[in-house]
């Protein structure tokens, strides 16, 4: 019994980071239809601000969180009005972000080895490598501390949306972009929020991956797969449908390698996504495509 | 875009005018400057850079500065395989230094063999690589990655008292061309040959078994995009095994592999690893590093004295040159290329050609009375293109932060006393 907990502990711990990793992706889709490959490698240069901020200056990563989360999403405002506004209107707009988001991910790559070396990084504050103990079963603290941080930016996000006027934009222009423009929604200017809101996540995503996962420029490859098979398990535009996923696959992925092999722990998220995509193309919390 | 996307041309310094140019010669070599290798990849482009503008500022070879041709292969090896015949078919390099990684290397074999190259191999240590019966493929690192483990087994023989050896072991690793080759020598396994699935050698009982250690755990994990660290150091710990082997493919999977143990409070007498001598490791682990002991081919304080142009060139003479043009210590990943182009460098020198057929015929004749002198030590090597009579170096992390050479005893003086049973994560 303690090692089915234990198991399950490391699985919720792991599926924290997840959540908020692909919760970024997932907005930018829901409201732009942007399918950004170039995500993890933004979570990357969020890394890289964390581990600067801890290298040089001794700033705990928790505490770099919110500068990491700004800088990155002005960056988001500055990618979007050279990349991405011009083009919002085109019927093949999601396509085409598909290939420019994999140039901009190779772009970005490029210029964090430029700027950081291709060596690998990863801040240690104490608690990174450390755990609570309750009899035989440990919590490490680090997954806590970013599983924790990943739920309370993720409730402070659906709060904004639920209660906040421009929440109430995002969320009309997510469910349908062309009637929330009649009814005056400036969608362009919420485009330009959510994409920034999304890139932002991503920064925080970084200040928290700093410390659970070592990283390099190139790292992002790794996990952009990881991170598609949430959000589309999750619904595509579906923030909770990409946190329950998360937590769902970490935790069965967890069980798997425990049980079956940790080479098989990995290949459950992308099983998850071939089931999905067989059986509920939607995802577990998106909405049926209507045939026209 | 950072110039490493693009098809990267390092020029040796001293490249000036046209017309030195157009005499220059060639030398390609195609690294993973970006993707999974690109921590090794920069660093054998370091390594690679600084030997060739060292020639050039000593004034080249056989008369001429040596342009240094590297493209970034993405850590892909179709895009490695086309970098090469590029390199030879359209950008006429004379001769070629060798790519990162056995996964990498194993297919650049192929194209440089048909060519008629000289393959100097500074990391590709699968010994199914060398069965194949290429000729001109030479590797400079001690031996291949199958018989690794046999360090391991000699030193727990060797400098551990027999009432403190570990009795039981897990061993993990990735799955991943090098980690598989050293896992087969370590659990005794058949390694076929790919090409025709016949028996390349038969490497049982294995090492482990050999040093009396029962194996309690056996698991490989994913080559790419595993994340799952703490559950599998919380299963090693469970396994209860007195030593661990963590064959990990890169720098970053050890410090990765080395946190999770030390977050788990897992318990071990003696960490073995297969990767993390380089500086990285220790900042990512820090303290918990002290007690892990990593094979390598090169160390800081090895007094090896090779050779440079016509000159004597040390071990020394390296780290001073590397520290100087980079600014911080070099370590194996930019050691092992300058000792495959100070091997190039020889050969061409003492031949008087890039004539490939002629410089394989110089290589295959050396001797361990009469080698190859790099700051790695003697080269010599037999018919597959295996060195000839050089054991791994193991060294150990100690006292926060350094990595002792602790066997053999008997290769030079410095060796460390072993620090055993390892003590804790702290």
């Known amino acids: ?292 | 875009m950072h110039a490493k996307l693009l098809t990267a041309v390092v020029t040796a310094a001293a490249v000036a005018s046209p017309a030195i140019a157009q005499d220059a010669l060639r030398i390609g070599a195609s690294l993973p400057l970006t993707g999974n290798f690109s921590v090794s990849g920069e660093k054998h482009e370091q390594g690679y850079s600084l030997c060739v503008d060292l020639i050039n500022e000593s004034g080249g070879l056989l008369g001429r500065q040596v342009e240094l041709l590297v493209s970034d292969n993405r850590s892909d090896n179709a895009t490695a395989i086309s970098q090469y015949e590029r390199f030879i078919n359209v950008n006429g390099v004379e001769a070629v230094f060798g790519t990162f990684s056995s996964r990498l290397t194993f297919p650049v074999a192929s194209i440089l063999s048909r060519n008629g190259f000289v393959h100097p191999v500074p990391a590709g240590g699968a010994l199914r690589i060398y069965t194949q019966g290429y000729e001109g493929i030479y590797y400079l690192q001690p031996n291949a990655a199958e018989y690794v483990g046999s360090s391991l087994r000699d030193l727990i023989a060797d400098r551990v008292d027999e009432a403190e050896r570990p009795s039981s072991v897990a061993i993990v690793w990735a799955d991943d061309f090098f980690a598989n080759a050293v896992a087969a020598g370590l659990l005794g396994q058949q390694v076929m040959d790919p090409a025709d699935g016949s028996l390349v050698a038969d490497l049982a009982p294995g090492y482990l078994v050999e040093s009396g250690l029962e194996i309690v755990m056996e698991e490989r994990w994913p080559e790419e995009g595993f994340n799952d660290w703490l559950n599998l150091a919380n299963s090693i710990k469970n396994s209860g095994a007195e030593l661990i082997v963590g064959l990990t493919a890169s720098a970053e999977e050890a410090s990765q592999l080395t946190r999770a143990l030390q977050t788990v409070r897992a318990d071990p007498k003696m960490v073995y690893l297969s990767q993390g001598t380089q500086a990285e490791y220790f900042e990512g682990v820090g303290s918990a590093s002290n007690g892990v002991l990593v094979h390598t081919s090169w160390h800081p304080n090895a007094p090896f004295e090779g050779v440079l142009g016509d000159a004597p060139f040390t071990n020394a003479d390296f780290i001073a040159a590397f520290e100087e043009a980079n600014g911080f210590a070099p370590d194996e990943d930019s050691a092992i290329p300058f000792a495959v182009c100070q091997t190039m460098a020889q050969a061409i020198n003492a031949t008087g050609t890039t004539d490939n057929q002629v410089l394989d015929e110089w290589l295959s004749a050396r001797t361990l009375e009469d080698p190859v002198r790099t700051i790695l030590g003697r080269f010599a090597w037999d018919e597959t293109g295996l060195p000839i009579g050089k054991p791994f170096l193991m060294a150990q992390w100690q006292n926060d932060g350094e990595l002792n050479f602790v066997y053999p005893l008997d290769e030079f003086p410095g060796t460390a006393d072993l620090v055993h049973p390892k003590n804790g994560w702290e």
């Open chain 1, 1 to 292: 019994m303690e090692q089915i907990i234990q198991v399950a502990v490391l699985g919720i711990g792991l599926g924290g980071v997840f959540a908020l990793m692909g919760a970024g992706l997932s907005l930018v889709f829901g409201v732009m239809r942007i399918v950004n490959l170039a995500h993890p490698s933004l979570i990357i240069g969020g890394a890289y601000l964390a581990y600067w901020g801890f290298r040089i200056y001794g700033i705990d990563p928790l505490i770099m969180l919110p500068v990491c989360a700004l800088v990155l999403a002005a960056t988001g405002v500055l990618f979007y009005k050279v990349f991405f506004e011009r083009d919002a209107k085109s019927a093949t707009y999601s396509e085409m972000t598909v290939l420019l988001t994999f140039a901009i991910a190779m772009i970005v790559e490029g210029a964090l080895g430029a700027a950081f070396s291709n060596t690998q990084r990863v801040t240690s504050p104490s608690y990174a490598t450390d755990a609570f103990f309750i009899g035989n079963v440990f919590i490490p603290k680090g997954q806590l501390y970013a599983g924790i941080t990943s739920i309370v930016i993720i409730g402070l996000l659906a709060a904004f949306l639920k209660f906040s006027r421009l929440g109430y934009a995002i969320r009309a222009t997510t469910q349908n972009r062309e009637a929330a423009a009649l009814l005056g929604v400036n969608v362009n200017m919420v485009g330009l929020m959510s994409f920034a809101i999304g890139i932002g996540l991503a920064g925080a995503a970084g200040a928290l991956t700093s410390f659970v996962f070592s990283f390099f420029p190139a790292k992002h490859w790794e996990w952009v797969a990881v991170l598609m098979s949430l959000v589309v398990m999750g619904g595509m535009g579906s923030i909770l449908g990409t946190v329950v996923a998360a937590f769902s696959l970490s935790i069965v992925a967890a069980f798997v390698g425990t049980w079956i092999g940790s080479t098989w722990s990995t290949m459950t998220f992308f099983l998850a996504l071939f089931l999905v995509l067989l059986f509920r193309p939607q995802g577990l919390f998106g909405e049926k495509p209507e045939l026209v």
